[in-house]
């Protein structure tokens, strides 16, 4: 019992860090939308400005999360060893992302 109240807590902590974390990164990209810095005159969004904020190699990052989930689900059909896996898969993707934020809290412009 005391493994889980452990777990339970990191968990919490987890969350809220990553909770916070990104609501400091959304209000941080729409503070620049609304001063108009995406934009190009007369409201138009300047979509090169967007994507050099953004990580480049999105899509095969994506596919290969898409191969991982995929590889998962499978290990989990085929038997019950590897239950384990989502909840810990889980919260290692929120801490890689927590670490993603306070490594590169703004972008360069």
Known sequence: MLVFALVLGAGIVVAVTYLTLAARA?????????????????????????????????????GLGVVASTAVIALISASGNFWYLPPLLAVGSSIAVIAAFLLDPEPSK
Not at 41 to 57: F, K, S
């Open 26 to 62: 959304f209000l941080r990209v729409r503070a620049r939308a609304l001063t108009g810095e995406y934009t190009a005159g007369a409201g138009t969004v300047v979509a090169d400005r967007v994507y050099e904020d953004q990580a480049a190699g999105f899509n095969w990052k994506a």
